[in-house]
């Protein structure tokens, strides 16, 4: 591909709540631009950027993909991201690194949960947002109402139409442009082309009107040319375009355009407003990064003749292809055989080939200039979130951070020895996708997947057996259960063997008592007169460690406990370090069983971030989960509700309150301390553990 001047190239991401139509956008994009001979269609598993099998049989976008094409002699990197909530991290690093972000609404549902959330994202990153009302040929498909809801529920920016849909539903056939005020009526074979004509007569009022606030609000951009017009001066159409595109580079204004992708109607519209509103890369003259020795803010230009620098927002690996790293180059340019930088991680990588992609489809490159966004294979070290840049001028740009998971799942290899292969293989898909967490509980000794929903796990596990032939089983995972006391005893514990030869003898005196929640154990040493030999003191403290690892009521950790031992004897031949670990752990034994043993339980510190309208539902549910509320507060147009809850109450937590509040509902949940568990629910817990062990045995 031809090199492309900084302000010849657009950074656009397609953005939505999911089932919104921006994969078909795309693809009507592509067909329009020659990159695809044929409309391809997420319904039929034709379209170029849905193309994983996962993404091709559930008809979403699951991993947001590349795809680079010309129009009007521009250059458009387009990133079509998810907008189903399992997947929507991903659209938030793609929001990192495009100049305008193109929201996709539909004109039958309106403004959903992520649409909100993906507006919110590029308030965060400050990106220029424009908006496109689709599915304007579907039943029940309402312009107007659409519209309202736009303006109802996003007041921090100007919601300016610049076109109107000529017929609805079935009958909908086209646009009117308001700059230029003409009419665009398209051909009835998704061919994407139609004649220009004069505004129906019916209409013409009506986009009279329109063109009007249009005018207004795009003069107030600029306080000469606003002067000019308050005054009855005639405003060009350029100056009205220029004082329009300023307001939305500005953030303050808000383009909504309005089609179909289905029929291909609106589309080449889209194509050219991006083309003439969207920033270049160049708008910003600098970006921000940090220098890694002195933590300090540091600017770069964003210029070709600056030194080298890239931000990498995606990785994609499998199995045959090797890695692919998906990058935005904010300075300098980048060759093949280059060494560069890896500052995150300080490693140095050598460049290989450089390309585009349209979805799975790769065009070679030759190189990468600054505002360009490209994919480079087989980078030893690189992640997701590094940045790469020359070496004499290192420079650090700040990765995109994530929400904690949300949902967790214990994970068991279908196939014995399978272990080494499925830890390998997460590893790459973590490298891919990293809102995965994968860890081994060391209590519980299961390995735990989590994730950001029940089909983002159900996902990875397709992917493990797709791409890397490792078949897994998923269970609810254990909860980490601990076992303490709330009384005092003191007992003996003697161990004496006699076998023949040399026998075994230990006798320990030990007190054993509670400690205050969280503490854990302390062992304290009170012989005196060396009734047991100093030698043997550490053998004892051992004997009791280990039986604090299996209590006596359900066979869990034993915690928040004090050892003393104070008294015992030895005998000068048969004592050995064997004997006293073995007496002081029979005496632990008996102790416990002595000083009420109870069940503890992890209490997590939950944060429910819900609509005003839901806040009696989520507090009833959290009550019912054994939850205690410990306060309130406003955030926006949403209550925040912090309690702390059991985790035995909460581990599926993420579906419920997906059902309760529509979807819109979000929570973090954390660690907090450990409680002691109601007698009846200790009783099943106890119970469930006994039949456990009996099925082992």
């Known amino acids: ?111 959903q949960v992520q649409t909100e959330k993906v507006w919110n994202y590029a308030n965060e990153f400050e990106i220029p947002i424009a908006m496109f009302i689709n599915k304007m040929d579907r039943e029940r498909a309402d312009f107007e109402n659409t519209v309202e809801n736009i303006k109802k529920s996003f007041t921090d920016r100007a919601i300016m139409l610049t076109q109107l849909p000529i017929g609805k539903e079935e009958n909908f056939k086209g646009i009117i442009d308001l700059f230029s005020m003409k009419a665009y009526l398209f051909k009835d074979n998704l061919s994407g082309e139609y004649e220009t004509g004069d505004i129906p007569a019916d209409l013409v009022n009506t986009a009279n009107i329109f063109r009007e606030k249009l005018i207004e609000t795009a003069v107030e951009m600029d306080d000469t040319v606003m002067e000019r017009y308050l005054n009855g001066d005639e405003i060009s159409r350029e100056e009205i375009e220029r004082c329009f595109k300023e307001g939305v580079w500005s953030r303050r204004i808000v383009p909504v355009m309005c089609g179909s992708a289905i029929k291909n109607i609106g589309i080449s519209s889209l194509l050219d407003n991006i083309v003439q509103y969207a920033p270049s890369p160049s708008y910003k003259k600098t970006v921000e990064g940090i220098d890694k020795k002195t933590n300090a803010k540091i600017k770069r230009e964003t210029s070709p003749e600056k030194p080298f620098s890239a931000f990498i927002f995606k990785t994609i690996t499998d199995p045959f292809a090797g890695k692919l790293t998906l990058f935005r180059v904010y300075s300098g340019e980048l060759h093949p055989d280059m060494t560069v930088l890896n500052v995150t991680k300080e490693e140095k990588e050598r460049i290989g080939q450089i390309f585009y992609l349209v979805g799975k489809k790769q065009k070679p490159a030759g190189f990468a200039a600054a505002g360009d966004i490209a994919v480079v294979a087989k980078l030893k070290e690189a992640g997701t979130g590094d940045t790469l840049c020359d070496e004499k001028a290192p420079i650090l740009y700040e990765p995109v951070t994530f929400p904690p998971p949300l949902i967790s799942f214990s994970l068991q290899p279908k196939a014995k020895g399978d272990e080494d292969k499925l830890n390998v293989s997460l590893q790459r898909l973590m490298e891919e996708d990293l809102t995965i967490r994968y860890a081994r509980d060391e209590q519980t000794k299961e390995f735990i997947l989590s994730g950001m929903g029940q089909v983002h796990i159900e996902v990875i596990v397709e992917k493990l057996k797709r791409k890397f032939n490792v078949d897994v089983e998923l269970k609810e995972p254990k909860v980490p259960y601990k076992e303490t006391i709330k009384g005092t005893a003191r007992v003996q514990g003697k161990y004496k063997r ?107 510190k939950v944060e429910v971030i819900v609509p005003d309208e839901n806040m009696g539902d989520v507090m009833g549910d959290l009550n019912s989960r054994r939850g205690k509320i410990m306060g309130m507060e406003t955030k926006g147009n949403n209550q925040v509700v912090k309690a702390l809850v059991p985790m035995a109450e909460i581990l599926q937590y993420a579906p419920d309150l997906k059902s309760m509040t529509g979807g819109r509902g979000t929570f973090t949940v954390e660690f907090s301390h450990y409680e002691e568990v109601p007698a009846h629910i200790a009783a099943k817990v106890v119970e469930l553990a006994r039949k456990q062990k009996e099925q082992e045995k």
């Open 1 to 111: 591909m031809k090199k492309y001047e900084p302000d010849l190239i657009r950074n656009v991401g397609m953005f939505s709540h999911g089932g919104e139509g921006k994969t078909s956008i795309v693809e009507a994009m592509l067909f329009l631009s020659g990159e695809n001979n044929r409309l391809g269609r997420v319904d039929d598993g034709t379209s170029l950027m849905d193309y994983e099998p996962e993404e091709v049989e559930r008809k979403i976008t699951i991993s947001s993909s590349l795809a680079t094409f010309e129009w009007n002699k521009h250059k458009i990197n387009l990133l079509d991201t998810p907008g189903d909530d399992n997947f929507i991290s991903d659209a938030r690093l793609c929001m990192r690194v495009v100049d305008c972000a193109i929201i996709v609404v539909s004109a039958v549902s309106g403004v």
């Open 498 to 604: 006699q076998s023949g030869g040399r026998g075994q003898y230990g006798d320990t005196w030990l007190e054993v008592s509670p400690l205050p929640r969280g503490t854990g154990f302390e062992f304290v040493d009170k012989i005196v007169g060396g009734v047991i030999p100093r030698q043997y003191i550490p053998a004892v403290e051992k004997g009791v460690a280990e039986a604090m690892e299996q209590g006596i009521l359900a066979g869990y950790p034993v915690t928040d406990i004090k050892v003393m031992l104070y008294d015992g004897s030895y005998h000068e031949v048969d004592s050995s370090e064997m004997a006293f670990k073995i007496a002081a752990s029979m005496g632990f034994k008996k102790a416990i069983e002595q000083s009420n043993p109870v069940l503890l339980e992890p209490i997590m």
